[in-house]
Nanobody, 126 residues
Framework: EGQLVESGGGSVQAGGSLTLSCAAS??????????MGWFRQAPGKEREGLLC????????VYADSVKGRFTISRNNAKNTVDLQMNRLKPEDTAVFYC?????????????????WGQGTQVTVSS
């Protein structure tokens, strides 16, 4: 169906910032036929939906814990979606994933998405 590749993860101190990127390739349909979401999964916890963005740049924040700190954006010409993370906290530590859904609407739940990246680790120290 295609692939998504995340990049930009790493280790930062609390209060710092990171920007994650996700590049799509080989999708069955055009990139702008998909809504794009960011998820994270902390050790021992379930995958959590964070934000989602439509092809027309309508974004939704699902996780109250990141509202006001994380921003999603996409570049349809480059087939990429980014996640800007500011004022990071130790509890943000997780593997972050991007995902694509062949639909015009965003959803919070991982099971609604069709294509997934391999994930990138973000570690925030206190």
């Amino acid at each position: 169906e295609g692939q998504l590749v995340e990049s930009g993860g790493g280790s930062v101190q609390a209060g710092g910032s990171l920007t994650l990127s996700c590049a799509a390739s080989g999708l069955r349909f055009d990139f702008d036929d998909y809504v794009m979401g960011w998820f994270r999964q902390a050790p021992g916890k379930e995958r959590e939906g964070l934000l989602c963005i439509t092809a027309s740049d309508t974004s939704t924040v699902y996780a109250d814990s990141v509202k006001g700190r994380f921003t999603i954006s996409r570049n349809n010409a480059k087939n990429t979606v980014d996640l800007q993370m500011n004022r990071l906290k130790p509890e943000d530590t997780a593997v972050f994933y991007c995902a694509a859904r062949l639909d015009g609407s965003c959803y919070q739940w991982a099971e609604m998405f069709d294509v997934w990246g391999q994930g990138t680790q973000v570690t925030v120290s206190s």
